[in-house]
């Protein structure tokens, strides 16, 4: 059975600097903590978080929309690659991101939930409050 992910999340930075860090390829790494092949170019292949996931940048809206196909390396062979759409909207208190991931297999559905938070909310943020405070941050 397949089920459809969906996370809002709020982070301290404009909605264009997080468009523009999530599809650079030094900053990408920096927040994931792993090397990253990534484009804004729609049809290009991706890869993130060392290599764990995969897909193709489908679709973008500068500074606004990000769509993907998405799989993850411990998928089956025979799960069909996700669908990651991802919106950047301004907030009061930075930006809101609006995460809907369709497709996403039932037996991986908590660890790809858990995932999110762990390869990219936490770091996402530490990595803003670093470059905030103007601590040294490093662009692998």
Not at 84 to 101: A, H, N, V
Not at 113 to 124: A, F, G, H, T
């Amino acid at each position: 059975m397949l089920k459809t992910l969906q996370i809002s999340v709020t982070l301290p930075a404009p909605p264009e600097t997080l468009y523009d860090m999530y599809l650079n390829q030094k900053h990408h790494a920096a927040i994931t903590g792993g090397p990253v092949v990534i484009s804004r170019t729609p049809g290009t292949r991706f890869r993130a978080v060392g290599g764990m996931i995969s897909g193709r940048t489908l679709q973008v809206v500068p500074k606004r929309l990000i769509v993907q196909s998405w799989r993850a390396k411990d998928w089956k062979h025979e799960d069909l690659d996700s669908t990651l759409i991802i919106i950047f909207s301004p907030d009061k208190d930075g930006c809101r991101i609006e995460l809907t991931q369709v497709n996403v297999p039932e037996h991986v559905y908590e660890n790809v939930r858990e995932d999110w938070e762990k390869y990219y909310w936490k770091p996402w943020r530490d990595y803003l409050m670093k470059k905030e405070s103007g601590a040294e941050v490093k662009a692998a």
